[in-house]
Nanobody, 126 residues
Framework: QLQLVESGGGLVQPGKSLRLSCVAS????????VGWFRQVPGKEREGLSC????????NYAESVRGRFTISRDNAKNTVYLQMDSLKPEATAVYFC???????????????????WGQGTQVTVSS
């Protein structure tokens, strides 16, 4: 069974950090480009970052560039999202997704991803 599972979410104070993990089971995540998205109820899912198969190329949305860092460990079948200097507006459900093709220097639309995790809640509040 092909599955992506996110973890690492939780409640954090503004200005603090969290690291999200996305672990794949049932397939080799190293054969896929991976993206991170977030969604607030009533709003569209927002693409945040993506990383190519090897980890050598990454893209970031303007809203998170300089504060979020995407990385991967293919030996562990895992992709990470390090989130620093978190703001209250970062409160959302965060999803990872996998795509066979690397889209190049852009944040792909969610429709370009084949596999999705169930999401992990991140709440930034004092």
């Amino acid at each position: 069974q092909l599955q992506l599972v996110e973890s690492g979410g939780g409640l954090v104070q503004p200005g603090k950090s969290l690291r999200l993990s996305c672990v794949a089971s049932g397939f080799n995540l190293g054969s896929y480009a991976v993206g991170w998205f977030r969604q607030v109820p009533g709003k569209e899912r927002e693409g945040l970052s993506c990383i190519n198969h090897s980890g050598g190329s990454t893209n970031y949305a303007e809203s998170v560039r300089g504060r979020f860092t995407i990385s991967r460990d293919n030996a562990k079948n895992t992709v990470y999202l390090q989130m620093d200097s978190l703001k209250p507006e970062a409160t959302a459900v965060y999803f990872c997704a996998a795509a066979l093709l690397w889209a190049g220097p852009r944040i792909p639309h969610e429709s370009e991803y084949a596999y999705w995790g169930q999401g992990t809640q991140v709440t930034v509040s004092s």
